[in-house]
Nanobody
Framework: QVQLAESGGGLVQTGDSLRLSCAAS????????MGWFRQAPGKEREFVAA????????NYADSVKGRFTISRDIVKNTVALKMNSLKPEDTAVYYC???????????????WGQGTQVTVSS
């Protein structure tokens, strides 16, 4: 089992930066791909970014490419999402997730955190 807990959300203004963090527990964390997803009100949960177990490969949604950066620390069992140049359309609940597969589909992620709210005001 893997337990995930996000932190770092909040209310910011357009153009600001924010860093989300996800703390993981469980012995298998080091071999899991990690992802960030988000869900805005009335919308489906969508892929944001993912990182392979050793951090060597990352993948981003087109909407955040060049603005967001995903990283992980295997020793500390953490995954971070640095978000720059935030826009109102980035407003959503952000979820950390873990998968045994390398995927951008939420259906392939087995473990989820409780989510953290990010609100970007215009």
């Amino acid at each position: 089992q893997v337990q995930l807990a996000e932190s770092g959300g909040g209310l910011v203004q357009t153009g600001d930066s924010l860093r989300l963090s996800c703390a993981a527990s469980g012995r298998t964390f080091g071999r899991l791909a990690m992802g960030w997803f988000r869900q805005a009100p009335g919308k489906e949960r969508e892929f944001v970014a993912a990182i392979v177990w050793n951090g060597a490969i990352t993948n981003y949604a087109d909407s955040v490419k060049g603005r967001f950066t995903i990283s992980r620390d295997i020793v500390k069992n953490t995954v971070a999402l640095k978000m720059n140049s935030l826009k109102p359309e980035d407003t959503a609940v952000y979820y950390c997730a873990a998968s045994t597969a390398w995927s951008t589909s939420r259906n392939d992620y087995d473990y989820w955190g409780q989510g953290t709210q990010v609100t970007v005001s215009s």
